[in-house]
DNA sequence: GTAACCGATATACCAAAGGATACCGATATA
DNA sequence: TATATCGGTATCCTTTGGTATATCGGTTAC
């Protein structure tokens, strides 16, 4: 019922349809921002301290990346380690939840790079 | 090769995941914005004039809407026919490239529905 | 003693995104 | 004559997103 969700479109109302806008949307806030699929995409494979990720991400400036590294944290994608070091050190993680992201980052690279693709074409 | 992309994470070097970064966030790009999925979804079940994308979206304003309808024009994501009626109307029509973002849509929607029962959850 | 590292925060600023409102010419309706 | 419809555009304004730069306290290395 709900699998056939866009994939015959005519069939459906207006209300079923709209029904899936928030959900959208709400996926999309998540990952809104310029840094934050960056930052995801750092973490994914493997754990990262402050200031790697600082190195790694180019152009992001320290108040972003605390900013960004916050809002993913409230929305339990990534997790913050306080290690009792000298100096304090910090470790991100990605937690398993932040991984069931990987379905909706691929599809948004495979079209992206098909995208990329028929843009070149044009040209 | 490509297709185990962020499936086993641990194995890939930042390279290859720096190269999953543009395509994601070209996909990001063409549908950024506050309105362009309400539109996208709105023309899902059918052409529409653009009075009546203006009805069914509450909350747009008339520029808005003629701003995004541009972009999704640019992108080739829309088509857009104007007739000769008097007064003259106007059609925007989803392109077969535009219903190709049903793979990315239902991604969105679907990681979307589980982040709304999650967030309840911790309610 | 002074410079650097760590993980940030504070302040100031700027540009882009988006909203509110008014208006357009052509036509139809009251 | 006045008002409404259609598909927008023009202007102004506010909000948000993002940048730049300086600074913090505690510690270590030179």
Redesign the pocket.
Known sequence: MAKNFLQNPSKLSTTECSKSLLPVQDALYVL???WKIPIIIALIHGNK???ELHREIT??????L?KELKELEVNTLVT?TVYDT?????EYELTTYGTTLNDVIMALRDWGLKHRQKIKEKK
Do not use: D, L
Request: hydrophobic residues 35%; aromatic residues 6%.
């Open positions: 809104s921002g310029k301290r402050f200031k152009g992001i400036t320290a108040k972003m605390s913050r000298i100096p304090v050190s910090v």
